[in-house]
């Protein structure tokens, strides 16, 4: 799998800073590319990838690690002796975490024709 953006863009560039380390990114670069692959129907031109795929890949990785930290410390119960603590479930449903990601990609891509045009 071909991803669409680097680190060095990431940071340089698309000024990120949820993510906080390279290794962390390189992991999540890969289903960000294929999310936004799946969106555009494989319109992209690896060899010549736009600005704004970059873009869009970024902040797909950016909602994927939110969407990964939320999970992670969306904690039940948890009791510890005397120490009690639970936390609502803040998790999302699959459509709205879906709805998060094509947001912030058609931020990026909604003009550039990588996007289906008609009615979903």
Excluded: W
């Amino acid at each position: 799998m071909v991803s669409y953006t680097t680190y060095i863009f990431y940071e340089k560039t698309y000024k990120g800073n949820t993510i906080p380390d390279k290794s962390t990114f390189d992991r999540l670069v890969i289903p960000a590319s294929a999310y936004i692959k799946n969106i555009t129907h494989n319109n992209i031109d690896e060899n010549n990838v736009l600005e704004c795929v970059e873009y869009a890949t970024c902040s797909v990785a950016d909602v994927l690690y939110k969407q990964e930290t939320i999970d992670e410390s969306n904690i039940s119960s948890e009791s510890v002796g005397s120490h009690s603590r639970s936390f609502g479930n803040a998790k999302k449903s699959d459509k709205d975490r879906e709805m998060e990601k094509y947001k912030k990609a058609k931020l990026y891509l909604a003009h550039t024709g990588l996007l289906y045009g008609g009615l979903n």
